[in-house]
Nanobody
Framework: VQLQASGGGLVQAGGSLRLSCAASGRTFSSYGMGWFRQAPGKEREFVAAISRSGGSTYYADSVKGRFTISRDNAKKMVYLQMNSLKPEDTAVYYC???????????????????WGQGTQVTVSS
């Protein structure tokens, strides 16, 4: 499984960005997918996750109501729509795939076997 994240950039506080993650693999629709982020000097943290069908989504409290995760299994894509961005959202954002076949998507990084290369999001105040 290969993952390619894109869509990061520099945006002012209150602005929006949409991150995309392109996946390879014939069984993409069986993967739970997640987004994580890591700010300088901090540990990687959970942002959002979506079940393999897209029927269930999960969010960190810090982004709930501002970020939306979605997926298009036909295109093998996962998206993270980020609205009302804050300076504390500044980080490198990673998409990840959980290849175990289950009906939910986990929020812990160790349960994700494959990771993309990350895309930088910088929010200026």
């Amino acid at each position: 499984v290969q993952l390619q994240a894109s869509g990061g950039g520099l945006v002012q506080a209150g602005g929006s960005l949409r991150l995309s993650c392109a996946a390879s693999g014939r069984t993409f629709s069986s993967y739970g997918m997640g987004w994580f982020r890591q700010a300088p000097g901090k540990e990687r943290e959970f942002v959002a996750a979506i079940s393999r069908s897209g029927g269930s989504t999960y969010y960190a409290d810090s982004v709930k109501g501002r970020f939306t995760i979605s997926r298009d299994n036909a295109k093998k894509m996962v998206y993270l729509q980020m609205n009302s961005l804050k300076p504390e959202d500044t980080a490198v954002y990673y998409c990840a795939a959980d290849i175990r076949y289950r009906d939910y998507a986990p929020s812990t990084s160790y349960e994700y076997a494959y990771w993309g290369q990350g895309t930088q999001v910088t929010v200026s105040s």
